[in-house]
Structure formats: C-alpha cells, structure tokens
Nanobody
C-alpha cells in the first residue's frame, strides 16, 4: 500500500516536497515512480528512482527542477519540487514497479503494479 502526502498550494517559483510511504517489507524490491494528472489531461510520467536509489530518470518537463530520493530503511520515496510553475498543478501519484521482470527506466503507467491515492499540488501564478 502506498500513501502520498505533502501536497498543497504554493506560489510560482516556490518549492514543495511530496512524500510517499509504503507498507510492507519488500520496499527495496521495487523501483518507484511519480506521475501527475492535471485536470482534463492524461496521467503523465514525472520521474522514477531505482530500487537502490542510485539511479533516477525524469521527464524533460521537470528535469533540473524536481529530484526524487528514497529511504529504504523508512520505506519512503520523496519528490522535491523546486521552481514550481502553474503548469505543474496536478494530482501527484506515487507508484511501484517490481524489479523482477521490469525494465529500467519505467516511464509508462502500465509498468507499475501499485499506486497511491494521489496528493493535490496547486501552483498559483
């Protein structure tokens, strides 16, 4: 089970940190990803981090502004978002892909087996 938190309202240019907590004892067996869905749009890939935290991959739209990190001891994965823009407004979801049989980097929705409930980020101009 995945639980995302940390969303809220922030001004353009500001920062926000999202966190995703996972239950279970096999967290390090999963690559973790973040997706987002803006109103009226398809859910899109934001970025991913591999099982060890040693490798990350980002969508071009957030590269250089967003950073994903994870703590396997705490079963958490974070999304640090800087220099936020109004177009970053969306519901943000964390997701998990098993390292067994999966490919890296996992950037498609169907590659993830487990999803959190989403947390809303609103960036005002």
């Amino acid at each position: 089970q995945l639980q995302a938190s940390g969303g809220g309202l922030v001004q353009a240019g500001g920062s926000l940190r999202l966190s995703c907590a996972a239950s279970g004892r096999t967290f390090s067996s999963y690559h973790m990803g973040w997706f987002r869905q803006a109103p009226g749009k398809e859910r899109e890939f934001v970025g991913a981090i591999n099982w060890s935290g040693g490798n990350t991959y980002y969508a071009d739209s957030v590269k250089g502004r967003f950073t994903i990190s994870r703590d396997n001891a705490k079963n958490t994965v974070d999304l640090q978002m800087n220099i936020l823009k109004p177009e970053d407004t969306a519901v943000y979801y964390c997701a998990a892909q098993s390292v067994y049989g999966g490919i890296w980097p996992p950037s498609k929705r169907h590659e993830y087996a487990y999803w959190g409930q989403g947390t809303l980020v609103t960036v005002s101009s």
